[in-house]
């Protein structure tokens, strides 16, 4: 258990110091961190629901962060080129998130040529019936996003490597909130870079 909370810990301070500079990024990290545990909550209740906003909100707001705010160019606080930080990116590096946000946009596509989906659902009969079938196959989606790269990560690394990284991103929505809580206050201020990373860097 001290290893796993130790790699659990190093993974987590990897991801906030490498793909996390930007106070933008950062509040969109509390505003999608606070949205997934709506999400998580919803999830007892409606699963289709759940999806839906853990895909369209949080999982919009997290990735655009990452996609247009989170500087590309020279990594100084790190000393990291922005491609070594891809290269060693243990789950979802900016390519493998385009693919999966790909996946995720051609979704629909299947369940508007077979509204059955083979077999899965009855035809949907409606707007609404659609998108709760679609939020079914996004949480679908979800699950195996995380399975698949877990099991990649256990065949790259071991399987403790896998296990903490599907550990880590479950639990991010907590951490995140935590971590991120007083970023939107600080880009108010007119804060745009975490400069704060720069004095953790040092220590």
């Not at 659990?8 to 545990?37: M, P």
């Not at 019936?129 to 979800?142: E, I, N, S, Y």
Request: net charge neutral.
């Amino acid at each position: 258990m001290p290893a796993f909370l130790a790699s659990l810990r190093e993974q987590r301070w990897d991801d906030h110091r490498y793909y996390h500079h930007s106070l933008v990024n950062q509040a969109l990290h509390f505003v999608s961190a606070t949205t997934f545990l709506c999400a998580y909550v919803v999830l007892f209740i409606d699963p289709a629901l759940a999806s839906l906003l853990g895909w369209l909100v949080a999982m919009t707001t997290r990735q655009s962060g990452h996609f247009f705010f989170e500087p590309k160019g020279y990594d100084h606080v790190n000393d990291a080129s922005h491609e070594h930080k891809e290269e060693i990116k243990l789950g979802y590096n900016l390519f493998r998130k385009w693919v999966l946000v790909g996946i995720w946009a051609a979704t629909p596509i299947p369940l508007l040529i077979d509204p059955t989906l083979f077999g899965l659902f009855t035809p949907h009969d409606g707007f609404v019936q659609f998108a709760r079938h679609l939020g079914l196959v996004w949480l679908g989606l979800a699950v195996a996003g995380l399975l698949f790269r877990m099991v990649q990560l256990f065949v790259l690394y071991d399987v403790p490597t896998g296990v903490t990284w599907a550990t880590k991103i479950l639990t991010d929505p907590f951490s995140d909130f935590w971590l991120y809580r007083k970023a939107p206050l600080r880009l108010l201020r007119g804060e745009t870079i975490d400069a704060r990373l720069v004095e953790a860097a040092r220590h």
